[in-house]
C-alpha cells in the first residue's frame, strides 16, 4: 500500500495547494494499491496514515524554496529542517516528520514531500499530482539530481 | 522580538517589548511594556483577518456544518457541534438522546487529545527554557518535556493519537468529519463500534491514570481543597514523580501560582448536554449540562444568559459601531486603515454583560462550583490553577464517558427528521477545549444571512472594548515581573496558560533554514 497524503487549508489560497491536489487526484483513476488521504489541518493526527504502509507522499503548500510554482520533492529529513520544532496548534508536517521515528508504531515507511510553492495556477496543480503518483508507484530512488530538475522545470 | 526604550526622562526605565508568539501561534503577538521589571502594559494583537462568517453568507443552511470545522484543525469537532446546535434550534428539534451521546463522546475525545497535548507538548516545553538552566528540577523537566524526544512529549503523542480514534469510528471520517446534522448524527454506530470505543476510553484511562496522575481517578477525586493537593502530593512518590505531581512542585517553585491574574471573571457555556435519562450527574446540580454554565464575578455565580454576550470592535480593525452588539446584530465588516493608535488588532472584543470575562477549563470548575478550585482562587487565578484544571479536566471526563458509552443502544434512534430550514434565527453554544463557543446563525430565504462565531481565545485574547478595558490575558499579564528582556518566558506561561489558539489554519512548511520558530 502506497498513500499520498494532502495537507492543507482549502479556504486559504496560500495553504491550500495540497489539497487542491487532492481535488485533482479524487478526480483520477489511481493505479491500484495508491490510497489518497484529505489530510487537511490533521497534523500530528495524520501519524496514523504513516502506519501500515510502504511508501507515503505528503504534499504541501511550502514557502522559501523558490518562485511561485516551484514543485520541490524534499526526503523527510530535508523536510523536518535541523532544529527540533516545539508542538504547538500551528505545527504541522514538520513537527509529525521531526517526531515520527520516535512515535511510529511498525517500520517507518520511505517519505516524500512534495512541496508546492506559492498559490498554484491549475497547471502546476496538475503536474504536482502527475508527480504524487509518479513517486507514490515508483519511488525516486537513484535519480540524483530529480530534486533541482523538478524545481526547475515547473517554476 | 525588538526591543525599544521608552520614556527615558522617567526615574524608572520603561521597556518596551514586541513579542511575537510564533511557538503558540503565528498569528498572535503579544506587545508589553516593562517598568522596573515587571509588565505595566499590555496589548494582544490577532495578526490575521479569517472572515469566515463573511465565506458562510449567501450559501446553504447546512454549508456551516461542513466549513465551520476546518477553522480550526485540533477543536473541528466543536465548531461542528455548535454549527449542529445551532440549526437544531432553529428547526426546533431536540435531537434523541443517543444522538447527544455520541455528539458527546465525539467532542469529549477531542478534549482528552487537546488537554494532554496542550499541557505536555507546548506549556510544559517552557519547562525546558534556559531560563531554569541552573534550577535543580530543569534537567529532569528536559527528560520529560524536551521538544520532540522527552520521554513524556513521546508518550503523549503516541497514547493521544490513539483516542481521537473515538471520532473517526463514530463520525466515520477522520478529520474533519461532518456526519453531526440538525436532528441528530448521520451515522448509528454498531455493537462492535461502541466495543472499540470502549477498549480505546479504557486504554487511555489506564495510561493517564498511571503516568499523569500517578493515581486513579477516584484517589484524586477526593481532592477537595488545598490542603488535600499537598497531602495528595505528599503521600507517595507515585504522585510526586507523576506529571501532574511533577508539574505542580516545578510550577509553585517558580513563582507560577504568583503570576497570570487577570480579572477575576470566568464564563462557562456550558460543558456537554446531559441526556435525557441518563445516569450521568452533573457535579454541580445541573440539569441540562455535566458541567453547567455560567458567569462567575469573583465567588459571585449566576447561569448564563446568551442575552448579555456582546462584541465590541472599538480596537479591532473593524468598522466601529458603538459599544457592543449582540451576535444576532453583529457584523464583520474588516476596517483596516485609519486609527492605528486605537485598533490593533483583527480579534473582536467579546463581552458578558458588558466586563471581559477568562474562558476554558478553569472557568468551567469555578462557574461548576469544583471544591478544589473554590478553594485555590480564595488567594486569586494564577497560571497554575489555570493550566492544572485544564491537566485534571480529563479526570471529570472519563467517567461520564464511560457511562455514556455503555447506555448507547446500536438499536436506537439517532435522528429526528429536520424538515428543510428556509428562515430562522438560532444559535448554538458549546465548551470547547479552549472554552466558550458560540455560532450564531440567521437564515432568511434559505441561504445564510448572517454567521457571527465567537471563540474561546476571542473572549481571552480580546482586545481593549470601547470602555477600553484590556482584554483577559492582557489584564493577567499586568504585574508579571519579566527577569529578562531578552527571554520573557513568564510572559510565555501566562498567555500559554490560556491555551491560546487564534487560527490553526496556516499550515505551510517554511524555508529550508527558517522551519524552527524560535522559542519566546
Not at chain 2, 458578558?352 to 476554558?360: K, R, V
Request: aromatic share 6%; with cysteine; charged share 20%.
Amino acid at each position: 500500500m502506497k498513500r499520498i497524503v494532502c495537507v492543507g487549508n482549502r479556504y486559504k489560497p496560500e495553504d491550500a495547494s495540497g489539497v487542491l491536489v487532492y481535488d485533482c487526484l479524487a478526480a483520477t483513476r489511481l493505479p491500484p494499491d495508491v490510497e489518497v488521504i484529505d489530510g487537511g489541518l490533521a497534523g500530528l493526527d495524520l501519524l496514523r496514515f504513516v502506519e501500515k504502509t510502504d511508501r507515503v507522499v505528503f504534499v504541501d503548500a511550502v514557502s522559501g524554496f523558490g518562485p511561485p510554482g516551484t514543485i520541490v520533492v524534499l526526503t523527510r529529513e530535508e523536510a523536518m529542517g535541523r532544529t527540533p520544532v516545539v508542538y504547538s496548534h500551528d505545527a504541522g508536517l514538520a513537527y509529525l516528520l521531526g517526531v515520527l521515528q520516535r512515535v511510529v508504531d511498525g517500520p517507518l515507511p520511505e517519505i516524500r514531500v512534495i512541496g508546492i510553492e506559492g498559490v498554484a495556477d491549475g497547471r502546476v496543480i496538475r503536474a504536482a499530482a502527475d508527480l504524487c503518483i509518479e513517486i507514490a508507484v515508483d519511488g525516486d530512488a537513484g535519480e540524483h539530481g530529480r530534486l533541482d530538475q523538478v524545481a526547475g522545470a515547473s517554476s | 522580538m525588538t526591543a525599544t526604550l521608552n520614556h527615558p526622562a522617567k526615574r524608572s526605565v520603561t521597556r518596551t517589548l514586541d513579542i511575537p508568539l510564533n511557538r503558540v501561534e503565528g498569528d498572535l503577538s503579544i506587545r508589553v511594556e516593562l517598568d522596573s521589571g515587571r509588565v505595566s502594559e499590555a496589548w494582544s494583537s490577532g495578526t490575521m483577518y479569517r472572515g469566515i462568517e463573511n465565506i458562510l453568507l449567501g450559501r446553504g443552511p447546512l454549508d456551516g456544518l461542513v466549513i465551520t470545522p476546518r477553522i480550526c484543525g485540533i477543536c473541528s469537532t466543536a465548531h461542528l457541534t455548535a454549527a449542529s446546535k445551532a440549526l437544531d434550534s432553529i428547526s426546533g428539534i431536540q435531537p434523541p438522546p443517543d444522538a447527544i451521546r455520541v455528539r458527546n463522546l465525539a467532542l469529549m475525545a477531542e478534549l482528552l487529545q487537546s488537554d494532554v497535548r496542550q499541557t505536555f507538548l507546548t506549556f510544559a516545553a517552557d519547562f525546558t527554557n534556559g531560563a531554569y538552566q541552573r534550577h535543580p528540577l530543569h534537567e529532569e523537566a528536559l527528560r520529560r518535556y524536551a521538544p520532540m524526544k522527552g520521554e513524556t512529549a513521546i508518550d503523549v503523542i503516541r497514547q493521544t493519537r490513539k483516542i481521537v480514534e473515538i471520532v473517526a469510528i463514530l463520525g466515520g471520517q477522520w478529520p474533519h468529519s461532518s456526519y453531526m446534522v440538525p436532528g441528530g448524527v448521520a451515522g448509528v454506530p454498531s455493537l462492535a463500534d461502541l466495543l472499540q470505543c470502549q477498549h480505546l476510553l479504557a486504554g487511555y484511562r489506564a495510561w493517564y491514570e498511571r503516568r499523569i496522575l500517578g493515581c486513579s481517578i477516584d484517589r484524586w477525586g477526593e481532592v477537595r481543597s488545598g490542603a488535600d493537593l499537598d497531602n495528595w502530593l505528599h503521600e507517595c512518590a507515585a504522585h510526586r514523580d507523576s506529571d501532574l505531581g511533577f508539574f505542580i512542585r516545578f510550577a509553585r517553585q517558580n513563582g507560577l501560582d504568583r503570576i497570570g491574574g487577570g480579572h477575576g471573571n470566568f464564563i462557562s457555556f456550558g460543558l456537554l448536554d446531559l441526556p435525557p435519562g441518563t445516569e450521568v450527574r452533573s457535579r454541580n446540580g445541573s440539569t441540562t449540562h455535566l458541567m453547567g454554565g455560567g458567569f462567575a464575578r469573583g465567588a459571585h455565580i449566576t447561569p448564563f444568559d446568551p442575552a448579555n454576550v456582546t462584541e465590541h470592535v472599538a480596537h479591532s480593525w473593524y468598522v466601529d459601531y458603538p459599544a457592543g452588539r449582540h451576535p444576532f446584530e453583529g457584523e464583520t465588516r474588516p476596517y483596516a486603515t485609519g486609527e492605528e493608535s486605537q485598533k490593533y488588532s483583527w480579534a473582536k472584543a467579546p463581552r458578558y454583560a458588558d466586563l471581559p470575562a477568562e474562558t476554558g477549563p478553569l472557568a468551567e470548575m469555578v462557574v461548576s462550583r469544583n471544591p478544589l478550585f473554590a478553594d485555590l482562587l480564595t488567594s486569586g487565578p494564577s497560571v497554575l490553577t489555570r493550566q492544572l484544571a485544564r491537566l485534571v479536566r480529563p479526570a471529570e471526563l472519563m467517567p461520564a464517558m464511560q457511562q455514556w458509552l455503555s447506555e448507547i443502544c446500536p438499536d436506537g434512534t439517532f435522528y429526528d427528521p429536520a424538515s428543510a430550514i428556509t428562515e430562522g434565527e438560532g444559535f448554538g453554544t458549546v465548551d470547547a477545549a479552549r472554552g466558550a463557543l458560540g455560532h450564531w446563525v440567521r437564515i432568511e430565504g434559505g441561504s445564510i444571512q448572517r454567521y457571527q462565531i465567537i471563540t474561546p481565545t476571542a473572549w481571552n485574547g480580546s482586545p481593549r472594548d470601547s470602555g477600553h478595558v484590556r482584554g483577559p490575558w492582557e489584564e493577567a499579564l499586568i504585574g508579571t515581573p519579566v527577569a529578562d528582556p531578552e527571554n520573557p518566558v513568564e510572559v510565555g506561561h501566562v498567555v500559554r496558560s490560556f491555551d491560546p489558539c487564534l487560527v490553526c489554519t496556516v499550515h505551510a512548511l517554511r524555508g529550508r533554514c527558517s522551519l524552527a520558530c524560535r522559542d519566546l
